[in-house]
């Protein structure tokens, strides 16, 4: 079993920027995918980051790439999810997501997820 839970988010300005983090612990994270969604009410959860147990990265959309940065830190069991340039369109509750094995823009392929996070950012 594996345990995750999100910190980071809050309210901030257009243009402005946070860190997400995303903490495990139970089944050694670093061999897991670790993905990044976001959803806001009426719309599906979207992807938008992961990171694989090699390194390689994917993102969700044009909109996110430039913008978002996912890493991790396997001493601390964290995974990362940057956000610059924030625009409103990026105001969503943002969840950390693992599995073994992915299908990575799906939401119902990952086994493990956490609490979730609001991020909020003012026009």
């Known amino acids: 079993q594996v345990r995750l839970v999100e910190s980071g988010g809050g309210l901030v300005q257009a243009g402005g920027s946070l860190r997400l983090a995303c903490a495990a612990s139970?089944?050694?994270?670093?061999?897991?995918?670790m993905g990044w969604f976001r959803q806001t009410p009426g719309k599906e959860r979207e992807f938008v980051a992961l990171?694989?147990?090699?390194?390689?990265?994917?993102y969700g959309s044009d909109s996110v790439k430039g913008r978002f940065t996912i890493s991790r830190d396997d001493a601390k069991n964290t995974v990362y999810l940057q956000m610059n340039s924030l625009k409103p369109e990026d105001t969503a509750v943002y969840y950390c997501?693992?599995?073994?094995?992915?299908?990575?823009?799906?939401?119902?392929?990952?086994?493990?997820w956490g609490q979730g996070t609001q991020v909020t950012v003012s026009s």
């Open positions: 997501a693992a599995d073994l094995a992915v299908n990575v823009r799906d939401p119902l392929s990952y086994k493990y």
């Open positions: 139970g089944r050694t994270f670093s061999t897991f995918f």
């Open positions: 990171l694989s147990p090699s390194g390689s990265t994917t």
